[in-house]
């Protein structure tokens, strides 16, 4: 059995004898195992808690609340789930979706998956484009495009050549930077006359939506808590973090099934650690929004959409926090950028090798895939960003695309689980009623949604 810092110099995907490790039996030396999930809330708490869940808030005030604390709160048990299988089996997620019936070369569930990374580009474009923005307005030297130009370099150069100990740093950092500035504001925001009522947030936990705010609300489902996309992404930080390493190649022995099952626990406390930061992260933004810019009727869209954001926090604690809105916008913005990128590129080159393109365990042939995509897919979103100049719906573009596909995965990951899964890590009863409800409120409340939008 390997020590700690040989099994953690390997490459990641590979599952052999030498790499196990001992899981940690307490809450304490679990924690110094997170990270998967809190690379995921650095994409979370970016273009859809800044951009789409604050809009929402400006557009129908609190009433949609509720629909923002259900989509933090449910769909992590299917990311709970994709990350059991990948303990188990050591399959990526879109390995695991290539074993979906119904074929077109692969599985018609990789095909999706594809049409809804196209539809994320103009979501990441949107992003880097808010960046842009936000750098645009602290130093209005430099046009928000040639901004955008530069922070594209910056994502790629940090990108092109990171590994997960380096990307996990950096997201975390953000991650913690964010969510302080963000909750602070929201806080204060008590003693501003945008203050809102023990009645208003009640409103906000009724089940409705106003008329003409279920297209973005639907938008808004799909991008905020753990998206569609973050969903996907799990497995692979789950795998380079070595959840699934450790546990080494399957057998039929107890001493296998018990170390297994203690990296599906570590998994646990990793996933709930960052739902809380990032579901706290993303009420206080759609607070924010729906105290402030609704009361003052001003949506964010195209080239002010950063600077009628930055109204959250200079309404909320006075004109001196713009600046400190700027710091809280790069962060997030980029944040999602960053981890867009290096996910992606992740994502991407595994598709190849499920489209029997490429040989995905040559490892320096990957890591070359891996650093090509790092420079193709940011030039490619400034390049969006800079032809069409609408952050907004270029966010929501992705949203609708991203919720169009969560009831894909939420089905996906009960097949796994009846079909695939190894019957000795099986959850207990009570998530598997947890994974039905989530499969089911996720089609239920898309379909509503859309109904909604093209009824009224």
């Not at 030498?18 to 304490?28: C, G």
Request: charged letters at 15%; a positive charge; hydrophobic letters at 55%.
């Amino acid at each position: 059995m390997a020590n700690e810092k040989t099994a953690l110099a390997v490459d990641p995907y590979a599952r052999k004898v030498e790499y196990i490790l001992a899981p940690p039996d307490t809450f304490w030396k679990r924690i110094k195992f997170l990270g998967p999930a809190l690379i995921l809330a650095g994409s979370i708490v970016g273009s859809g808690e800044l951009i789409a869940t604050t809009t929402l808030g400006a557009k129908v005030g609190f009433y949609a609340l509720w629909m923002i604390i259900i989509s933090c709160l449910i769909k992590v048990v299917i990311q709970e789930e994709l990350g059991r299988y990948t303990i188990g089996s050591g399959e990526t997620a879109l390995r695991a979706f290539d074993h979906i019936p119904g074929r077109l070369h692969v599985s018609w569930v990789v095909w999706f998956w594809i049409i809804m990374t196209i539809a994320v580009t103009f979501q990441a474009g949107g992003i880097v484009g808010g960046v842009g923005q936000a750098l645009h307005l602290a130093w209005p030297q430099l046009s928000a495009n040639w901004w955008t130009v530069i922070i594209t370099a910056v994502g790629i150069g940090l990108t092109v050549r990171g590994y997960y100990g380096m990307v996990e740093r950096i997201a975390v950092f953000m991650v913690a930077v964010f969510t302080f500035i963000t909750v602070i504001c929201a806080f204060l925001v008590q003693w501003t006359p945008h203050a809102f009522s023990l009645a208003d947030f009640v409103e906000g936990l009724t089940l409705k939506l106003p008329k003409g705010g279920a297209g973005i609300a639907f938008a808004v489902f799909g991008i905020t808590g753990v998206g569609a996309t973050e969903l996907v992404m799990y497995p692979y930080w789950a795998v380079e973090k070595g959840y699934a390493r450790f546990a080494g190649p399957t057998e039929e022995t107890e001493a296998w099934l018990e170390r297994a099952k203690g990296w599906v626990r570590v998994m646990h406390v990793d996933i709930i650690v960052a739902m809380i930061v990032f579901t706290i992260a993303t009420i206080a933004f759609y607070i924010l929004g729906a105290a402030v810019l609704h009361g003052m009727e001003k949506v964010p869209q195209g080239y002010d959409m950063v600077a009628t954001l930055s109204n959250m926090y200079t309404e909320s604690i006075g004109s001196w926090a713009f600046y400190l809105f700027l710091v809280g916008a790069f962060f997030v913005l980029f944040s999602t950028f960053f981890v867009y990128i290096a996910s992606l590129a992740r994502m991407a080159t595994d598709c190849l090798k499920v489209l029997r393109l490429i040989d995905f365990e040559d490892y320096r042939a990957r890591m070359r895939w891996i650093g090509f995509f790092c420079i193709i897919f940011p030039v490619l979103y400034c390049i969006l960003y800079v032809k069409l100049a609408a952050p907004v719906y270029m966010v929501l573009i992705g949203g609708v695309a991203q919720a169009s596909f969560l009831p894909i995965i939420g089905f996906s990951a009960l097949y796994l689980r009846y079909k695939r899964m190894d019957k000795r890590l099986l959850p207990g009863r009570a998530i598997d009623i947890l994974m039905w409800i989530c499969a089911v409120l996720i089609t239920i409340i898309g379909v509503y949604a859309v109904y909604q939008k093209f009824a009224g």
